[in-house]
T-cell receptor, first 116, second 115 residues
Framework: DSGVTQTPKHLITATGQRVTLRCSPRSGDLSVYWYQQSLDQGLQFLIQYYNGEERAKGNILERFSAQQFPDLHSELNLSSLELGDSALYFCASSASPAPRGNTEAFFGQGTRLTVV | AQTVTQSQPEMSVQEAETVTLSCTYD???????LFWYKQPPSRQMILVIRQEAYKQQNATENRFSVNFQKAAKSFSLKISDSQLGDTAMYFC????????????FGTGTRLTVIP
């Protein structure tokens, strides 16, 4: 158990809908990262928050947004869903702003989103 | 832009044997970090081993070791005495210190340990 909790584990929704994925980081970790893993692909970085503020942005679509709350949990909002958004969405947390060698990034078990 | 390439989509190894997974990367940075993550069928991403680019000594964690060739931008993972529990996807990842603050992943190598 990494200590990072993601809910829900599975989500099935229709095209055009909006969903919210939730992540609770490890106790004490200030950084939260969101990654997308499409079928048979590596993980693609979407966005990072550090202590409530957006720190870095990767290949995140405009239809997607995220935030980190004062209690440090984070939510990833996906709207106007398309079939191609079906993927595993991972959240990771670390103590420092960057997942450097001395500060490991711990991953949750992911949320599998299926858009039908 | 940083890229990470894993040229072996699938590999297999006999139990108790040794296997090496390849990874190359491209960066203009001088200091960075490299990682190998394991993703078993449970989907959990588990850090296997990490290497800091400024350290010349290859990292070792029990049965797992790396061959880090900075000039060649190569970072291979060697698994010794392979066990059935090593069956998983293995991802090579890169992180720099310039503020990108995220991991760049390769496409992974699916390793199967054969009993």
């Amino acid at each position: 158990d990494s200590g990072v909790t993601q809910t829900p584990k599975h989500l099935i929704t229709a095209t055009g809908q909006r969903v919210t994925l939730r992540c609770s980081p490890r106790s004490g970790d200030l950084s939260v990262y969101w990654y997308q893993q499409s079928l048979d692909q590596g993980l693609q970085f979407l966005i990072q928050y550090y202590n409530g503020e957006e720190r870095a942005k990767g290949n995140i679509l405009e239809r997607f947004s995220a935030q980190q709350f004062p209690d440090l949990h984070s939510e990833l909002n996906l709207s106007s869903l398309e079939l191609g958004d079906s993927a595993l969405y991972f959240c990771a947390s670390s103590a420092s702003p960057a997942p450097r060698g001395n500060t490991e990034a711990f991953f949750g078990q992911g949320t599998r989103l299926t858009v039908v | 832009a940083q890229t990470v390439t894993q040229s072996q989509p699938e590999m297999s190894v006999q139990e108790a044997e040794t296997v090496t997974l390849s990874c190359t990367y491209d960066t203009s940075e001088s200091n960075y970090y490299l990682f190998w993550y394991k993703q078993p069928p449970s989907r959990q991403m588990i850090l296997v081993i990490r290497q800091e680019a400024y350290k010349q000594q290859n990292a070792t964690e029990n049965r797992f070791s790396v061959n880090f060739q900075k000039a060649a931008k190569s970072f291979s993972l060697k698994i010794s005495d392979s066990q059935l529990g090593d069956t998983a996807m293995y991802f090579c990842a890169f992180s720099d210190q310039t503020g990108a603050n995220n991991l760049f992943f390769g496409t992974g190598t699916r390793l199967t340990v054969i009993p």
